[in-house]
């Protein structure tokens, strides 16, 4: 070989090193990233495929076969699980985990309780219906099956779902209309809440293992009051089980800036609160003001036959309906809670 056959067989490597060199990076796509290639090629449909692969960093290629699919996946629905993954791994049981999907929405729907031992004996009996007898619901497929359809434990919060949810709807426009006749400045609500005052958060941080103690149940009852526009908080009402703890002994509860009462359950009772109802009044009248208190139908919020005051109008909301209708349940007792842990997280720095 001569010197020129020579430098001709080396310039071929370098430019086959070079395009080696050049070769474009397999990138993973995530399904999520296609279903949004598929939503920008159907909105715009004149933006070339060129410039899609551009963005996402995939060959023009694969920009194609995902189009392909276009109907496909804009047909899906995907979850937290599903948006992550860069392929479709198609379940063995699809007809099974379909019609046990849409049973677990309707047992829950209509407020019942499932457990994972329910669950698959569920998904065993529709495989038994469907003529399919190789159907083995083992823990793996319980698991992958969760994933897909975004099925996880949940715990109940609130009794949202005890309201006539039918008449909600009136029920709201109801309250709407009285208070369109009102200053809002003058439109109060009034609510009681449960306070454990010793409990404490039960993760803390450590440097090692430790064991936990018996939670305590000490409890008080606080009754919030505050109007609509948030410029009038009225002094809480405080419900303790004793007249005279010893924290207190020496203390004058006038001088406390709470009305306190006590009983031996440290409930609200019907004889504290038409006795703060009657402290409210009279108040109003100093202030030569009439409001309305709106508030929830409780048995201990009713008032002796021909008990009235002369300005304050109570309206009740109609039962079960609290929830969805009652401000102080839309955050402001849990602001307060906040407030009051603070403090108890604060008390801990002078331990």
């Known amino acids: 070989m001569n010197s020129i056959e020579q430098r001709q067989s080396d310039q071929n490597v370098l430019q086959h090193d ?16 296609k279903i949004e290639i598929c939503k920008i090629k159907s909105t715009n449909p004149t933006i070339k495929n060129v410039e899609l692969a551009s963005r996402y960093g995939i060959g023009e290629s694969t920009i194609t076969g995902i189009l392909k699919k276009q109907r496909h996946y804009l047909s899906l629905l995907p ?3 599903t948006t992550n993954l ?18 677990i929405d309707q047992v829950v729907d209509g407020n019942c309780s499932l457990s994972g031992h329910t669950v698959l004996q569920k998904a065993a009996t529709f495989a038994h219906c469907l003529g399919i007898q190789n159907f083995r619901g083992s823990n793996g497929w319980f698991d992958r099956f969760k ?12 009794e949202a779902n005890s309201a006539p949810l039918e008449d909600l709807q009136q029920h709201r426009t109801d309250l709407q209309n009285l208070l369109a006749t009102w200053n809002l400045e003058d439109v109060y609500n009034c609510d009681e809440t449960a306070l454990f005052w010793k409990l404490e958060p039960s993760k803390t941080l450590a440097r090692q293992q430790i064991s936990g103690v018996r939670k305590p149940k000490d409890r008080v009852t606080v009754l919030l009051t505050c109007n609509a526009t948030g410029s009038s908080k009225l002094t809480p009402v405080f419900i303790h089980k004793y007249k005279n703890p010893r924290c207190m002994r020496n203390i004058d509860k006038k001088s406390l800036p709470v009305y306190y009462y006590w009983n031996s359950s440290a409930w609200m009772q019907c004889s504290i609160f038409s006795h703060w109802l009657s402290k409210l009044n009279r108040d109003m009248q100093k202030a030569r003001r009439h409001i309305l208190l709106v508030l929830d139908n409780a048995t201990v919020h009713s008032l002796d036959d021909g008990v009235s005051f002369s300005n304050i109008i109570l309206h ?7 929830a969805h209708l009652q401000p ?11 407030i009051d842990n603070f403090i108890i997280h604060i008390s801990i720095l002078f331990y």
Do not use: M
């Not at 070079?18 to 990233?33: A, D, E, F, G, M």
């Not at 994933?147 to 609130?158: A, E, P, S, T």
């Not at 102080?328 to 906040?338: L, R």
């Open 79 to 81: 979850n937290n699980y």
């Open 18 to 33: 070079t395009n080696r060199s050049h070769k474009r990076k397999h990138t993973p796509i995530k399904l999520v990233q």
């Open 147 to 158: 994933k897909r359809y975004g099925v996880r434990n949940y715990l109940r919060h609130g």
């Open 328 to 338: 102080c349940d839309a955050g402001i007792i849990h602001s307060y809670k906040v």
């Open 316 to 322: 009740y909301f109609p039962p079960n309906t609290t």
């Open 86 to 103: 860069c392929r479709e791994k198609p379940s063995k049981y699809p007809t099974v985990e379909q019609a046990l999907a849409l049973w």
